[in-house]
């Protein structure tokens, strides 16, 4: 069994974005990461906080715009206007979930697609399912990246994935679909899921139960990637039982180490390909 070290796969990919980001410096632009924060969930101010960071690293000017959760959506809707429009800012990101009240998908509509670095927007998810070439949201681009890295083969092989949201699941299937796997995709109302994880070469899974898979729902040999983010007591775990699960794969990853540190390196490296595609048009 092969570890697929998410957190020394995305330190190496920061590096290289470091590179691209000074390139861009040298003829004049700074990289610039516009981060909308509505409300007080703390979740959600960790990951800015962690984003933020990532960015500063590799010389991305990031600027978070916290808003009240009592905002109105046209208060919201009028700021992603005007950083749409701002020619120094390269990404804009609505942090999610929002507020109750707030409609993420009228909001999320106010980011043009040279700006829309989490590609949560039907331009890119479209393009995704034309199979064209596009922004692809973090998550499950760093999943393909950790395969690619690491040589997995994907053609061919029977991929499942578990969970259908539009910022994981739907996009991870459509990518592995377009990499030629044969793809499952199971959900809350599958009624087998040991069943379709069993016939699986590769599964994906993004559900947010942590225990979900276990050993008895894997064959030997598959390769499991684990989005899943849990707290049990306080410890963070994915959707896969680990100790059980790991020794009959070819590869997994963990969690902690895993997909997480991979969506923030494509976060990043988002935000540098929109930056080098606004040059030609500025
Ligand atoms: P959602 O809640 O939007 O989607 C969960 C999906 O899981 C749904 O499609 C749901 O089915 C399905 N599901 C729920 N219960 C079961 C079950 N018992 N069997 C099979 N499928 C089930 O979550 P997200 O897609 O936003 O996130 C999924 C997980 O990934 C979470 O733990 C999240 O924290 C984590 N995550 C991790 C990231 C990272 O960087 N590592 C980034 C983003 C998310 P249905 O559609 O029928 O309701």
New binding site residues.
């Given amino acids: 069994m092969t570890l697929l070290d998410g957190k020394q796969t995305a330190a190496k990919i920061r590096e290289e974005v470091a590179l691209r980001v000074r390139a861009l410096q040298r003829l004049g632009r700074t990289v610039g990461l516009a981060v909308v924060l509505v409300g007080d969930d703390p979740a959600s101010a960790i990951y800015v906080r962690n984003k933020a960071r990532a960015c500063e690293e590799v010389g991305i000017r990031s600027v978070v715009y916290t808003r009240p959760a009592q905002a109105m959506e046209g208060e919201i809707a009028a700021l992603l206007d005007a950083l749409a429009a701002d020619s120094s800012v390269d990404g804009i990101l609505l942090q999610l979930p929002l507020p109750a009240g707030l409609n993420a998908d009228a909001l999320l509509a106010h980011i043009p697609p040279e700006k829309d670095v989490d590609a949560f927007g039907a331009y890119h998810l479209g393009a995704l399912v034309r199979g064209e070439r596009s922004m692809v949201a973090?998550?499950p681009l760093?999943v393909m990246e950790l395969l690619h890295r690491y040589q997995i083969g994907i053609a061919g092989r029977h991929a499942v994935v578990?969970?259908?949201?539009?910022?994981?699941?739907k996009p991870m299937a459509l990518l592995l679909l377009n990499a030629d796997a044969t793809v499952t995709v199971?959900?809350?109302?599958?009624r087998d899921?040991r069943a379709e994880c069993l016939r699986a070469d590769i599964i994906v899974?993004?559900?947010?139960?942590a225990g979900?898979i276990g050993a008895d729902m894997v064959k030997e040999g598959a390769v499991v990637i684990d989005?899943?983010?849990?707290r049990v007591n306080g410890k963070l775990c994915?959707?896969v039982d680990f100790a059980a699960v790991a020794p009959k794969c070819s590869y997994i990853t963990p969690?902690p180490g895993?997909?997480?540190p991979?969506?923030?390196a494509m976060l990043l490296q988002n935000v540098c390909s929109c930056a080098e595609g606004n040059l030609t048009r500025k």
């Fill in positions: 973090c998550t760093g578990v969970g259908r949201s539009v910022i994981v699941g199971c959900h809350s109302k599958t899921l899974s993004a559900v947010g139960h979900l989005v899943g983010m849990n994915g959707d969690v895993g997909v997480g991979m969506t923030v």
